[in-house]
């Protein structure tokens, strides 16, 4: 082979025995990560949306929604790791799982707060656009270090919460992790915090796979990341939102029986108010 040394067709030759380039049609590329998770993202929405629709029907029990949605994703959660030839069935199933839970809960804390959910559907967007933009600039680079203790924690959080939902099941209640309300917010934040890492870590999972050309079934698996991080930190954020605004709106009632709360004597008396009833 002829040498030369233009510097261009050097690196087009570096790049040739590299493996496959970005246009083959079996590597992964960002327009298919990105249609991919536009894709399971809009199945999330639908799923989310049956049980909202259906608590306006009719009277039903949200539960069986998040019962089974979690079963469904767990369960094709790890086939996904098993049967990696059907990804993109295997995700699409694992998504609608996802918003089936999602829908579940913010229809159960829809009695307590009508359109709650919807005034916390931006947080995640607007982390995941936040985090992108550090990525972007090369602020926030992850290290192998890193994605250790962010796995670790995202380990202990789920024990946690695994943990509430088995305490909180006789009592027929959706799960929280803590129950004090300054526990509830120092939960969240360090839920949105490592929800931010995640990003982080889902951002350079994608670089290195398209760098060395990963398969098109990588696009599914880098989707689900995205997915997965975007949800997990939303039923958290609804959920502490409904309790700050039921303990706001107690407070106001509250507020509001007090100035009448010195003159029930009249009614309990005479009609002076300085003996007992007339009979």
């Not at 993202?41 to 029907?57: D, N």
């Not at 982390?127 to 203790?149: A, E, K, N, Q």
Request: hydrophobic share 50%; glycine share 8%.
């Amino acid at each position: 082979m002829r040498k030369t040394a233009n510097p261009l067709l050097q690196l087009r030759s570096q790049l040739r025995g590299a493996g496959p380039r970005p246009t083959d049609p079996g590597a992964a590329t960002v327009r298919g990560t990105v249609h991919d998770s536009a894709v399971l993202a809009g199945l999330v929405v639908l799923s989310f949306a049956y049980p909202l629709q259906r608590a306006e029907w009719q009277p039903f029990s949200p539960e069986i929604f998040v019962a089974l949605g979690a079963g469904v994703s767990l369960i094709y959660g790890a086939v996904m790791h098993v049967r990696r030839s059907a990804a993109a069935l295997v995700a699409s199933i694992y998504s609608m799982g996802i918003g089936l839970v999602l829908g579940g809960m913010c229809a159960y804390l829809e009695r307590e707060v009508a359109g709650i959910w919807s005034l916390i559907a931006v947080a995640p967007l607007a982390v995941f656009l936040v985090m992108l933009w550090l990525y972007g600039i090369v602020l926030v680079s992850p290290s192998r270090r890193w994605l250790m203790i962010v796995h670790g924690v995202v380990g202990g959080l789920f024990l946690t919460f695994l943990f509430s939902v088995v305490r909180h099941t006789a009592h027929n209640r959706l799960p929280t992790m803590v129950d004090a309300p300054v526990a509830q917010i120092a939960i969240v934040i360090a839920v949105v915090l490592l929800a931010a890492f995640c990003f982080q870590l889902d951002f350079s999972t994608i670089d290195r796979g398209l760098k060395v050309g990963a398969p098109r079934r990588f696009q599914w698996f880098c989707a689900v990341g995205l997915v997965t991080t975007q949800i997990w930190m939303f039923p958290e954020l609804v959920n502490i939102a409904t309790h700050l605004h039921v303990r706001v709106r107690d407070a106001d009632d509250d507020d509001e029986l007090t100035p009448g709360e010195a003159t029930p004597a009249s009614t309990t008396t005479g009609g002076n108010g300085n003996g007992p009833p007339p009979a």
